[in-house]
């Protein structure tokens, strides 16, 4: 696999490969060695107690925390080292926050159609063509010129979806999308992430509805202290974990 | 009383000055829009520059803020009109007047604009770079916006306070309006002049008051 993935954008690369990932926080180490790929259209869950390193594992997925070492490639181009063009990169990950970080002063159509105006090139017209046709992904089409404090959370996080999809990224991570959310506006968005990747998008997810992982998951991965401690399909982990911690943890969410 | 109306509010005084003070006026608010928009834009260009946390860039910034923000305006002011043309630089004393404020203006503007930004969320950021905006892009038309917005309040309060700093041109002989009003007064050996110009302050300056009331309101942080 390595070598394919040095070969570079290589057909049969993973979409996302994370290699010997090492992230330490002064002497906190973090991320202790994290080897993972994430096929093309699979979705992946992670799992894991607070302070495991989930999130600094996806954030290093797009480099905004700095890996401290080992690699991330997306279809067998690097994201890390010398001479990559990050901004380049990025647009090909996805990245959707628990928080939303929608632009207040910007319409949902605004939020959608920013990178693609400004990263992309696009024309006015074009780019709001296309955000349109993200927002309709999330159901939202009809809410394009509403401003983020006049949308719900749910909705908040259905457009930050679609300005992730406008970009027509390889692969997204998902960090705990629907944990800000009333658990009445969680549905919403578990539907739109299902349909999402429905249409065959790759998708890392970190997140704790496990019913969801349950039955939209392809794979599960439990991490621990930094690493990953236990993986593979969602009726394995949840329903016959191999490893202590894995067990511990699960009986904790009566999963 | 008469003594009193004689003196603050002599008919004759008040007519003949009248003209000068206007034009007086249309120097204060010359000089007022000008030191706005300038003070502002360079405080603004600072801050974004400080935004990119280069020491060389932020220390001078940090310097300049500081000490012309704890320097009294008409020491500066003095300090540029007789000092400089010891070094060979002769600039009016109109330009005086509006470099030093625009200074002291950008030297406050600076530190308002820098704490909208810091005060921008961090993921605010963190989204726009992910979609593979840059630096420049992301700070030019995602955070300073909202900082901008956030800001407006103290922005138009010291602008305010600014513009009526105006007023020490006198001490230089800019013809704004105490400048005009100062000098009728001498010759007319009557302060009614300078209640002219005390009646043109507050015409020229009580809409912004109320107009920075309004904005308060307006942008006022929930709950606040
Ligand atoms: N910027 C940072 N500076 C210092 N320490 C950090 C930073 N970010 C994360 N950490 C630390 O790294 C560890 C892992 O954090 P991380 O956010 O990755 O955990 P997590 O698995 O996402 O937890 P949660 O489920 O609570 O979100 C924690 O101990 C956290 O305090
Ligand atoms: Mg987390």
Request: proline share 5%; hydrophobic share 50%.
């Amino acid at each position: 696999m390595a070598s394919v993935a040095a070969s570079g954008g290589a057909a049969d690369a993973a979409a996302l490969s994370v290699r010997a990932l090492h992230k330490s926080f002064g002497a906190d180490e973090v991320l202790k060695g994290i080897d993972l790929d994430v096929r093309r259209g699979e979705m992946v869950f992670v799992l894991g107690p607070s302070g495991s390193g989930k999130s600094t594992m996806l954030r290093c997925c797009n480099r905004l925390e700095e890996p401290d070492s080992g690699e991330v490639l997306v279809e067998g181009d690097r994201l890390t080292g010398p001479g990559v063009n990050l901004n380049r990169m990025r647009q090909r990950i996805g990245m959707v926050f628990q928080s939303f970080n929608l632009y207040p002063h910007l319409s949902a159509l605004g939020n959608v159609t920013l990178a693609l105006r400004r990263v992309q090139g696009m024309a006015k017209a074009e780019a709001e063509a296309a955000g349109i046709e993200a927002l309709n992904r999330v159901g939202l089409s009809d809410r394009a010129r509403h401003y983020p404090s006049q949308l719900s959370g749910g909705q908040q996080q259905r457009v930050a979806i679609a300005r992730a999809l406008a970009l027509k990224p390889s692969v997204m991570l998902f960090d705990e999308p629907t944990s800000a959310l009333d658990p009445e506006l969680v549905g919403d968005v578990l539907d739109v992430m299902r349909d999402v990747a429905g249409q065959g998008m790759t998708m890392l997810v970190v997140s704790h509805e496990m019913k969801f992982a349950r039955d939209a998951a392809d794979r599960v991965i439990f991490m621990d202290g930094g690493v990953i401690v236990e993986q593979g399909p969602p009726e394995q982990v949840f329903g016959a974990p191999t490893e202590a911690r894995t067990r511990a943890f699960l009986s904790r969410f009566h999963g | 009383m008469e003594v009193f109306l004689d003196q603050f509010l002599n008919p004759a005084v008040l007519a003949k000055y009248t003209p000068l003070i206007l034009k007086g006026a249309g120097v204060t608010v010359l000089l007022s829009v000008l030191i706005v928009l300038a003070g502002i834009a360079l405080g603004t260009a600072l801050a974004c520059l400080r935004a990119y946390r280069i020491a060389a860039l932020s220390l001078p910034i940090v310097i300049y803020a500081d000490i012309f923000r704890a320097l009294p305006p008409l020491v500066l002011i003095l300090l540029a009109y007789f000092g400089l043309p010891n070094v060979g630089v002769l600039l009016s004393s109109f330009t005086v007047l509006f470099l030093i404020l625009t200074l002291v203006l950008a030297a406050f503007a600076e530190e308002i604009v820098w704490a909208g930004i810091t005060a921008t969320p961090k993921g605010q950021w963190e989204a726009a770079r992910s979609t593979g905006l840059t630096f420049t892009w992301t700070l030019g038309h995602v955070v300073l916006p909202q900082a901008l917005r956030m800001v407006i309040p103290p922005l138009t309060n010291r602008a305010i306070a600014i513009t009526k700093m105006t007023a020490l041109g006198m001490v230089i002989g800019v013809p704004d309006i105490l400048g005009q009003a100062t000098t009728a007064q001498s010759f007319s050996a009557n302060a009614s002049p300078l209640t002219l110009a005390a009646v043109a302050y507050v015409i020229l300056f009580l809409p912004f008051v109320i107009a920075s009331r309004w904005l308060e309101a307006r942008f006022a942080p929930p709950g606040a």
